[in-house]
Each structure stands twice: as C-alpha cells, then as structure tokens.
C-alpha cells in the first residue's frame, strides 16, 4: 500500500462548481498534513495546512479524519485559475527521530468555462 | 529574495557524463532534500539532510551523491547519467522540529539524451 495515495482525476469541472479531493495515508503515527497546489511546469507550493479540527481559507477547506487515516480538501465556486495538480502532503516520523515528507501523486483538476 | 534556488534551471547532457545540481535556501532551515519528479508527475523524496547530515537515503542509486557544505546548502551530483534520469529535480527545505510545511526551489530539469 501507498503511503499517501490521492485519485489521480483528471476532475473536469465547470466554473462555479464545487469539487472534493481526497487522501488517503498509511502511517498512523503521522503528524502533519498540508494540501499544496503545482502548476505545470512549475514547483509545488503549499496552498493550506491541514488541522485536526479542520480550516478553511476563502474558498477552499480542508478537513482530517485521523480515525479513518484520510484528508480532504474542498473547493468552492472553482475559477479557471484554479486548474493544477492538487498534492496531499504528509509528515510522519522516521528513523533517528526525523520527520518525512511524503507526496501524494496528485490529483489534476481542470475547471473550464 | 528567492527563498530556495537551485541552479541550472535547466540541464541537457549526454548520456554517461557527470553534471551536479545546486541548491541553496535563505529560510534559515534546518532540513534539506532532494525530490525527484518523473514523467508521471509522482514527487518522490530521494534524500534528506538535517544539519549537513543525512537523514533520510531512499534507495537511490549510488550514481547519486548529495553534499550539503552546510545547512543552508544541499548539492547534486550524478555521475555516469542515464536516459532513465531525464526528470525534474527539486530541492526543498524545512525546519525539523516544527513540523512545518517544506518550501521547494523551481525545479531542475534534466534532460538525458
């Protein structure tokens, strides 16, 4: 099994619409987890933490279900710029009491008029 | 100001030659790795250092040599290149103990003929 695993879409979205991406991680004792955004050709950059009590920013929500092990993000009222690989980050300790980041593969998401 | 930079931004070289990839963070981090993304677009750690040591090696071949001089710097080199290395190469940074998110470079993109 994956240690992070997302759906890898595509999600073919109009403007406006509401999506949900969900993530799914292996590790229990993991302690971090972030929602971060790539655009093509271009590095990846964190769009929003994820908390136990769940966060929402403007438009996008992010909620964490350590029960069930999975993290999910939320969209609302998609725009055209919201079109990326959309990676669910995790942070799970190591050997010699290191922390790894480990990516999802990424969901692709295209919103089109 | 760039907080992560890696350096060149693009690579093209022949199989079988030597060529190294920089990277240096101004963030004031403790942690460094290496990510490599394929064709697939999956982001997979290669290396980690924390304080100039590694931490983290995940089965990469021995061709691949990481240096950080210090912790502000974590080098590249690969020797004996291989048409299987063309990918992009991230370098990223963080601060061990908070847990927090990683901050990435642009990307190097190697391109092995």
């Known amino acids: 099994r994956k240690e992070v695993e997302q759906d890898p879409g595509p999600f073919n979205v109009p403007e406006g619409a509401t999506v949900a991406f969900n993530c799914t991680y292996s590790n229990s004792a993991s302690q971090s987890f972030f929602w971060y955004r790539q655009d093509c050709r271009k590095e990846p950059k964190l769009l929003m933490s994820?908390?136990?009590s769940g966060n929402e920013d403007g438009r996008f929500t992010a909620q964490l279900n350590r029960a069930s092990q999975y993290i999910s993000l939320l969209i609302r009222d998609s725009k055209l710029s919201d079109s990326a690989t959309y990676l669910c980050?995790?942070?799970?300790?190591?050997?010699?009491?290191?922390?790894?980041?480990?990516f999802g593969a990424g969901t692709r998401l295209a919103v089109h008029p | 100001d760039t907080a992560v930079s890696q350096t060149p931004k693009y690579l093209v070289t022949q199989m079988g030659n030597d060529k190294s990839i920089k990277c240096e963070q101004n963030?004031?981090?403790?942690?460094m790795y290496w990510y490599k993304q394929d064709s697939k677009k999956f982001l997979k750690i290669m290396f980690s250092?924390?304080?100039?040591?590694?931490?983290i090696n995940e089965t990469v071949p021995n061709r691949f040599s990481p240096k950080s001089p210090d912790k502000a710097h974590l080098n590249l080199h690969i020797n004996s290149l291989e048409l299987g290395d063309s990918a992009v190469y991230f370098c990223a940074s963080s601060h061990r103990l908070r847990n927090t998110e990683a901050f990435f470079g642009q990307g190097t993109r190697l391109t092995v003929v």
């Open positions: 980050v995790v942070i799970y300790p190591a050997s010699g009491g290191y922390n790894k980041l480990i």
């Open positions: 963030l004031g981090h403790d942690t």
């Open positions: 250092y924390n304080n100039k040591e590694l931490i």
């Open positions: 994820v908390y136990s």
